[in-house]
């Protein structure tokens, strides 16, 4: 497993934007993924990151951009044009680079502690 620690939430107003932060311990390329959780909601990929590509949530797509810098071991969710329904507990998430990029949150092994987003319309 791999060390996450993710950071970069806040309070925005509707529209505004945030950038979420996760650095991984380690030089490995694992396949990432940002997971969210809203109160009384399953689990969310809202977006992911591997060798093979990249992958958005419709509720997100052309909204949020997730990248990595690899010199950094960091990868990156940038979030704009964000809404109340964006309000969540955001987690990076990590599975070996082999396995490829997933939507099912419980595929990821290795998990940050979360951070949290809110939005205020």
């Known amino acids: 497993q791999v060390q996450l620690v993710d950071s970069g939430g806040g309070l925005v107003q509707a529209g505004g934007s945030l950038r979420l932060s996760c650095e991984a311990s380690?030089?490995?390329?694992?396949?990432m993924g940002w997971v969210r959780q809203a109160p009384g909601k399953e689990r969310e990929v809202v977006a992911a990151?591997?060798?093979?590509?990249?992958y958005y949530a419709d509720s997100v797509k052309g909204r949020f951009t997730v990248s990595r810098d690899n010199a950094k071991n960091t990868v990156y969710l940038q979030m704009n044009s964000l809404k109340p329904d964006d309000t969540a507990v955001y987690s990076c998430?990590?599975?070996?680079?082999?396995?490829?990029?997933?939507?099912?949150?419980?595929?990821?092994?290795?998990w940050g502690q979360g951070t949290q987003v809110t939005v205020s319309s």
């Open positions: 990151i591997s060798w093979s590509g990249t």
């Open positions: 380690g030089r490995t390329r694992y396949a």
């Open positions: 998430a990590a599975r070996p680079p082999f396995l490829g990029l997933t939507i099912t949150p419980s595929a990821y092994d290795s």
